[in-house]
């Protein structure tokens, strides 16, 4: 099954109210994206892994030498689909099933930012950080380039994408500016809520 690039859920300028510009998400998504997805369904010809998921490419390909290329491209490909969902334009606040489990967390809703910036500054070059969930736990956590909660077979509830690809036309070279504002206007809580209640709350 070939990757697809799959649309944006909104307008390429309905995030420019809470500080990601049209022309991020121009380049991002239709160019950024694009190529991950372009360059995975190359790699994915005769790998032997076209008649999976996604999700299943990404697993089998982690640490896989021979598919280091092909993972790259995968991983990309499914954490920028996430990326996508876990934003919006629509501010809605945290729902309270959300808010009492990251209260439980972290101690405070601030402190669990305080900690999501930190991995994300923390990421010493390209990576992600990302609210998963791993057993009954929430947990914040990092990782470099592609790498994903996929493979480590936790459930990501919400990912950052700290590549300066996402954030170096909008806020240059303030990587903590990014992430404190995508954490204060950027993120779509009721999809976060919806990944925890998928994963049993
Ligand atoms: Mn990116």
Same mark, same amino acid.
Not at 168 to 173: G, V
Not at 174 to 193: G, M, S, T
């Given at each position: 099954?070939?990757?697809?690039?799959?649309?944006?859920?909104?307008?390429?300028?309905?995030?420019?109210?809470?500080?990601?510009?049209?022309?991020?998400?121009?380049?991002?998504?239709?160019?950024?994206? /694009?190529?991950? $997805?372009?360059?995975?369904?190359?790699?994915?010809?005769?790998?032997?892994?076209?008649? +999976?998921?996604?999700?299943?490419?990404? @697993? %089998? @390909?982690?640490? %896989?030498? !021979? /598919?280091?290329?092909?993972?790259?491209? &995968?991983?990309?490909?499914?954490?920028?689909?996430?990326?996508?969902? =876990? =934003?919006?334009?629509? *501010?809605?606040?945290?729902?309270?099933?959300?808010?009492?489990?990251?209260?439980?967390?972290?101690?405070?809703? !601030?402190?669990? +930012?305080?900690?999501? $910036?930190?991995?994300?500054?923390?990421?010493?070059?390209?990576?992600?950080?990302?609210?998963? #969930?791993?057993?009954?736990?929430?947990?914040?956590? #990092?990782?470099?380039?592609?790498?994903?909660?996929?493979?480590?077979?936790?459930?990501?509830?919400?990912?950052? !994408?700290?590549?300066?690809?996402?954030?170096?036309?909008?806020? *240059?070279?303030? *990587?903590?500016?990014?992430?404190?504002?995508?954490?204060?206007?950027?993120?779509?809580?009721?999809? $976060? &809520?919806? *990944?925890?209640?998928?994963?049993?709350?």
């Amino acid at each position: 099954m070939a990757f697809e690039l799959p649309d944006l859920p909104y307008a390429h300028n309905a995030l420019a109210g809470g500080g990601m510009s049209e022309e991020t998400l121009q380049y991002h998504h239709d160019l950024h994206h /694009k190529a991950y $997805v372009d360059n995975g369904n190359k790699l994915l010809e005769g790998s032997g892994l076209e008649g +999976k998921s996604l999700e299943e490419v990404v @697993t %089998a @390909t982690y640490n %896989a030498a !021979d /598919k280091a290329g092909l993972f790259n491209n &995968a991983s990309q490909h499914w954490n920028h689909i996430q990326f996508w969902e =876990m =934003m919006g334009p629509n *501010r809605t606040g945290m729902p309270s099933e959300l808010e009492a489990r990251i209260k439980e967390a972290f101690g405070s809703v !601030d402190a669990f +930012k305080e900690q999501f $910036v930190a991995a994300g500054v923390g990421q010493f070059g390209s990576g992600w950080c990302w609210l998963v #969930k791993e057993g009954d736990a929430l947990k914040v956590t #990092k990782t470099p380039n592609g790498v994903n909660p996929l493979c480590f077979g936790q459930t990501a509830l919400l990912g950052c !994408d700290v590549w300066e690809h996402s954030y170096y036309i909008d806020f *240059r070279n303030k *990587r903590p500016v990014y992430i404190q504002n995508f954490l204060d206007n950027l993120v779509n809580w009721e999809n $976060v &809520a919806q *990944r925890l209640a998928a994963a049993g709350g």
